[in-house]
Every structure is written in C-alpha cells, then in structure tokens.
C-alpha cells in the first residue's frame, strides 16, 4: 500500500523554513538552466526562421558566408536569366544582388561598439523575402541615400529612428522606415540600396551574393544546383535555410559555458536537497517505524521520501520559472560566428524549454532523494521505535 | 578543551551533514572562483607585458575592410614606432570544415612580424628559413603537435576569403605561453595569388617603444589617414581583443548575475545547515547557559561553526577551480581566451574571504535566536 501523498505535503510544510531554503537554492538552479536554454532557444529561432526555402543564395564558389563572397557584376544577367525563377511583380525574374557589409556602431546604453551588417539589395530584394514587414515609415527610394532599420537596430543602437541619419561610408545615410523580421538573422541588418551601399564602400562592380526567388520548393533545389554546376559562372547555390542553420553553430560558446555553469550549480544544490532529505529522515525516525508497525512495506515508504524530494525540487522548479518569467522575450545579442557581425535574438521559454527545466529539477530531487529514502528504508524498526 | 576544538567538534558531529553542506558550498565556490577568473583574465590583467606595447590598427568601418599596404611606411614614421606588420586574416580551412579543425591563420611580413611580436620564441635558423621561403609558414608549437607537423612538412589549406589554397611548407615553429595555435605565412604569397589583395592589408600589428607612447601614437596614426578614403582606428592589442568579448554579448552583466546566484545558494545552504544543527542543540544551548556561557560565548560558538565550515567547503573549491583552469588552460576550448586563463592567489583569496562572509552571514540570525533561548524552556525542549 502506498503511502498518501498528502503526508508528504503536509510533512514539508511543517518545516516551512528548511522546505523554503532548499526550494529557494534549487529554483535558483532551474533560474540559471531556463535563461541559458531560453538563450539558445532564441538564437536557434533566429537562424532556423531566417531562411526562406524558395530562395536560393547565391555565393562565389568556396566561400562559406555573404561577406566572404564577391564575384563579378557581370554575372547577375546570367543568373536572372536561368529557368526556374519566379516573376516579380514587373514581370522580370524575382532575382536581386546584394553587397554585405559590416560596419561598428555603439550601443545606446554605452556597453561597447558592435559590429553591425549593412546590406545593399535591389527593390526585387524586399519582395523575396515577403516575411519581411515594414512597420512605420516607408521602404528605401532606390538611388537615394536612404535606409531602413530592424526593429532590434532602433531599440540598441542612436540615431536609428525615423528622420535621424546614420554615419557610415562617405557620409550620413536617413533612417526612412522601420522593419519588422519576425526574430529572423534579418532583425540584425540595416538594409538600403545596393548601387548607393557599393559606390560608399568603393566595390562597384561586383556583388558580394545573390538572391533569386524560385517558383516551388522543387525549382529550388534545380535552380541550387544549376547555379553550382553551371562552370562559366564559378558560383555556388544554397538553399537559404541551409546557409542559416550552418550559422547556429555561433551559440557554441554560449552552449558549453551556460551547461559547465548549469551542471555546477545542480551539483551543488542536489548535495543541499540530499541534506535536508537526511534531516527529514532523521527528524522522523521514529514516525517511520509506526508507519512500518502499520503496515506499510518498505518499499511504499523508500517511494514516499524520493517523493518527498521530488516534490521539494518541484516546487523549486515552479519558482525558478516564476522568477524567470519577467526575462521572456527580453533581447539580446551575440556575435555571429560566420559573420563576425551582431546576430539579435530573444529569451525564448518555450515549452520545450520549461518541460526540460523541470526535468532538469527532477534529476536533483531524485538525486538528492535517493540516498536518504533508502536509509528511511532499511532502518530497524524496534531500534528506531526506542529513539 | 579549548573553544576552537569545541567549534570544531560540533561541526563534525554530524559529519555526513557537514560532508554535504561542504561538497554544497564547495561547487558553488568553484564556479564562483571560475567566473572570477574570467573576468580578471577579461577586464583586470593587462596581457603580457610586451602586449602593451603593440597596437592593432584596422580599418575605420570594421576589421573586414581592407587598409591600403603604402600605410604602412607612414605609420613607420611616427616617432616611437619599432616596428610595423602587415597582417590578413586568411580564415582557410584545414583537411574539412569541423570546428575542431578551426585555427587562426595569418598572412604576414615575416621580416617584421617577429620584431612586433617579439614574445614568440623561434630558434634564429628556422626564422631564416622561413623568410627565405615564400610559400613557407611557421605555427604554434601547441598546434604543430596536435597535427605531427615537423619542419619540412607541407600543408594544404583551402581558402573561404580569398579564392586560393595555399600549399605551405613547415619553416619555423614558434613558442608562446600561453599557446595561441596559430600560422602565419607570407603574405607574398598571397598578393601574388589573388589580384584584389595587390598591395592591400587586413590590419597593422605595431610595437612601439614604450607602453607610455600607446595613446600618443593610436592617435598619431589615427590623425595620419583621418581624411582619406580610408580612415583607420587604432587601439591597444588587449582594447581589440575586449572588443571581441564585447561582441559575445553582455558578457559583464552575465557573470555578474552567475556570481550573485552562486553566493546567495551558499548563503541559503550554509544558513540552512546551521539552523538545522542550531535546532538539535536547543537543548545544549540552555546547558551551555547554565554552565555560564554568555549569550556572547554561544553566538560565537555557533557562528564560528559557521564560518569554518564555510571556509573548508570553499577551499575545496577554490582547489577545484585551480585544477579544472589549469586544465582549461591547455585544451583546445582554453586558446580562445586572449591572453590565457589563469589563477592568483588574490583571486583565490577573495573567494575564500567570501565564503568565510557568507557562513558568517548565514549563522547569523538562527545563532542569535539559539543565544536568546530561555534556559528553563530550552532545558525542557525535545528533539
């Protein structure tokens, strides 16, 4: 026969004090897992979203990222012209050249200069990538010294609202519009017109990628190949998913300090469980013998404490994520790791990430549980009954 | 018995408790010696003294921009200046593109690349054959041995920024402490290779005579292209490298807030073992009282407790954070951190003054209410 749940309960409320303690050490454990899987939650969005699986990137051959790339101008009519492109609203293939660039900007709160991509498009650019919404202003005027901002660029960073003019290349750019990526690698780019973008950095002539919209997800990939076979050109074609989520390899340092960081501190609060599980069994030695003389069976009351743990850790879980629930959403940057630029993402707490919070809490109420259980366990009852 | 054995005693008297709550302290310390050596190695150290003499001078708009090679003669001209290398990060790949396989690669002037750099240690026969030989490299010790390159060797990478593969043979291998896994090659090589690169440069590696010369001369060569199409920034090489750390994010805020959590669990658990230890003695404490111990004498007795336990725990981990440094220090994961982890004694000695502070703390409140028991009803409590 099982033991009721409801003694544990009330067992861990009569010693509110050392019950409050350990929760409040574990909640501060789960606190640090959720932020840093909410962290790597949000950076993974930010590359996985990014890609649309109709268009097809365009690279020179060998090189791994836009701003690495670069081929001649010369080019572009040959690739607009392949079979397989969507038509734009003119009725010309939806096919756009682009140079990247990188430029530093200080953050607005004063926390150090950040490098920031800077990408010139054609008008084809902002259509083949429909995801893409303006929220207040207007687009770019192609030809004019004009740009717009993401939504994350007029949060972090001065002089990126409407009317302002940003200083960078030959002179002052104005901030036109605002747009809004929906948490794609988009949300950390300041887009314009990419005839004006070369002239100011001094790289006519040539494009450093290139976008062409297929018309279905199979075009794309004979489009992608097309490009990568054809042997004048000597360029490359990636799906545009594809060339995101090689990038998701940039939360790695993130990834290995936040989990040395996390398993630490779970180390240290599963020994801080186990104690207050060794004094609860201890405190009531004598109670779990009667429970033995009733008649509950060994392993009904081994259950009972590892429960009792795991209902102290979950409690500390509920806190974290309560403590934790003000930072969702909250964004941040890192840098890219292909592109040595700013990639801006949020906090994420999906699902997934709470599930695995909890889990996570799980393991160090188990851990901490275990051992004091088995000696509640196997303790000799008329021993026990004397103390 | 004297009162320092009498703390001692009590605090082993439950020694499975007091394991728990030491190994409980002593990982939270550990991490909070780690993320206090980051920051020092971040924020506090200076570098290598050598390293305050060099400047690193990059193009005014980012580092992927190139500067022109004539900059070079013009910064050379700058009193103060001893001597200054044409650099290029060349990025390549070795044998496939798996991280692990990732290491810095440099196209530079070896005539006057070791001037700059003169904390790297390379016997002078190999340093003659490396300038001798244009399609020659020299590489870190650290990463010749990961790979089993001897000199003589011949190595291929593969070009992702520049549209080459260069072949390259094995001239020179340099040491540095700590090792930073490198290769630099020539840049003739380069420029010959690929045209767009003809008389162009990724940044400038300066050494200038005197630490004390750093800010005159950044804003010396800074003043000298200030008009030009290409204007340039100019900073201290350990500036350029927090640059990068900057970039990973708010890294300051992060530790910060990691080390708050770590010192705010020790004050949780190591207050928690002291109430529970305090709550068994109820009834010792009223002995103690009527033996003629003062309320003073008690509260010591348990704060001291406290504070010893505390200290045991954080050493255990300011040890364990030494070892797993040290061992950082020289994986692969530990080349990335400029200027190389590493360990004081002051950094070990504030987190054990922080242990001590927080087993102080947390003895605190449950030592007082156990030295304010009212002897009769103390005497008469069970449990």
């Known amino acids: 026969m099982a033991i009721p749940i409801s003694y544990n309960i009330r067992n861990l409320r009569l010693r509110k004090g050392l019950t409050i303690m350990t929760a409040l050490g574990i909640a501060l454990t789960v606190t640090t897992a959720i932020f840093l899987m909410a962290l790597l939650t949000g950076l993974q969005r930010a590359f996985v979203s990014s890609g649309d699986p109709l268009n097809v990137l365009v690279l020179r051959k060998g090189s791994e990222a836009e701003l690495s790339g670069g081929f001649d101008a010369a080019n572009f009519p040959t690739l607009k012209n392949l079979p397989g492109i969507a038509k734009d609203s003119h009725g010309e293939p939806m096919a756009s050249g682009e140079w990247v660039v990188v430029i530093v900007l200080p953050r607005k709160d004063g926390t150090g200069e950040v490098n920031v991509t800077v990408r010139g498009m054609m008008p084809d650019g902002l259509e083949l990538r429909p995801k893409v919404k303006l929220v207040s202003g207007r687009w770019f005027t192609p030809g004019q010294r004009e740009v717009v901002v993401s939504q994350s660029i007029n949060k972090r960073f001065s002089q990126a609202n409407i009317g302002d003019s940003m200083q960078f290349g030959k002179g002052p750019w104005k901030v036109v519009g605002i747009f809004d990526a929906g948490g794609s690698a988009y949300e950390s780019e300041i887009w314009g017109d990419v005839n004006q973008m070369a002239s100011d950095f001094d790289r006519q002539g040539g494009f450093s990628s290139a976008y062409l919209r297929a018309t279905d997800p199979v075009a794309a990939q004979a489009l992608k190949n097309r490009v990568s076979d054809d042997q004048r050109l000597k360029l490359e074609g990636v799906l545009e998913p594809d060339y995101y989520a090689k990038q998701t390899s940039s939360g790695t340092p993130i990834k290995i300090i936040g989990w040395t960081v996390a398993i630490i501190m779970a180390i240290g609060s599963s020994f801080a469980a186990m104690n207050t599980m060794y004094a609860a069994v201890a405190y009531r030695s004598r109670e779990i013998a009667t429970l033995r003389v009733i008649g509950f069976s060994r392993p009904s009351i081994l259950t009972s404490f590892v429960f009792e743990s795991v209902l102290l850790s979950l409690l500390g879980a509920v806190v974290g994520i309560i403590l934790m629930l003000p930072f969702n959403g909250m964004t941040t940057g890192t840098s890219n790791a292909v592109t040595f630029s700013e990639v801006v993402f949020s906090l994420r707490m999906t699902t997934q990430v709470l599930g695995a919070a909890i889990v996570f809490a799980l393991i160090m109420g188990l851990f901490g549980g275990i051992a004091p259980a088995w000696q509640a366990a196997r303790r000799d009852i008329l021993s026990a009954l004397r103390d | 018995m004297t009162l320092s054995s009498f703390v001692v005693r009590n605090a082993f008297r439950n020694k499975r408790r007091s394991i728990l709550t030491m190994l409980s302290i002593g990982f939270s310390l550990l991490l909070l010696t780690l993320m206090m050596t980051i920051w020092r190695t971040f924020y506090i150290d200076a570098g290598a003294p050598n390293s305050a003499q060099r400047l690193i001078t990059r193009h005014k708009v980012s580092l992927t921009f190139f500067i022109p090679g004539y900059y070079r003669d013009k910064i050379r001209s700058i009193p103060g200046v001893v001597a200054v290398a044409p650099m290029a990060w060349f990025g390549g790949r070795y044998k496939d593109d798996k991280p692990e396989n990732f290491f810095a690669q440099f196209a530079t002037d070896p005539n006057e690349y070791l001037v700059a750099a003169s904390d790297k240690v390379v016997p002078a026969d190999q340093v003659e054959a490396w300038k001798r030989d244009r399609a020659g490299a020299m590489v870190d010790a650290e990463l010749a041995k990961k790979y089993g390159w001897k000199i003589g060797d011949k190595i291929t990478l593969q070009g992702t920024i520049f549209p080459v593969n260069p072949e390259l043979t094995i001239r020179a291998i340099y040491k540095i402490d700590p090792p930073n896994r490198a290769l630099y090659f020539n840049r003739t090589y380069l420029e010959e290779a690929v045209p767009f690169f003809k008389g162009q440069t990724g940044f400038y590696y300066t050494r200038v005579a005197s630490a004390d010369d750093v800010s005159r001369i950044s804003g010396a060569i800074d003043d000298l292209f200030h008009n030009s199409p290409q204007p340039t920034k100019t900073e201290s090489e350990k500036a350029f490298q927090l640059g990068f750390i900057a970039m990973l994010g708010n890294v300051k805020a992060f530790i910060l807030s990691i080390c708050g959590a770590v010192v705010f669990a020790i004050l949780l658990v190591s207050a928690n073992t002291i109430a529970m230890s305090i709550r068994e003695r109820t009834r010792e404490v009223a002995m103690l009282k009527t033996l003629g111990f003062t309320r003073r004498g008690v509260l010591s007795l348990f704060v001291g407790e406290s504070v010893a336990l505390a200290i045991v725990g954080g050493g255990l981990g300011v040890l364990g954070?030494?070892?797993?440094?040290?061992?950082?220090?020289?994986?692969?994961?530990?080349?990335?951190?400029?200027?190389?982890?590493?360990?004081?004694?002051?950094?070990?000695?504030?987190?054990?003054?922080?242990?001590?502070?927080?087993?102080?703390?947390?003895a605190c409140l449950p030592a007082y209410n156990a030295s304010r028991v009212n002897i009769v009803e103390g005497l008469r409590h069970i449990g």
């Open chain 2, 321 to 362: 954070a030494a070892l797993l440094v040290t061992a950082v220090s020289h994986s692969p994961a530990g080349i990335g951190v400029p200027g190389g982890l590493r360990m004081t004694a002051g950094t070990m000695g504030v987190a054990l003054l922080v242990a001590a502070a927080m087993g102080f703390l947390s």
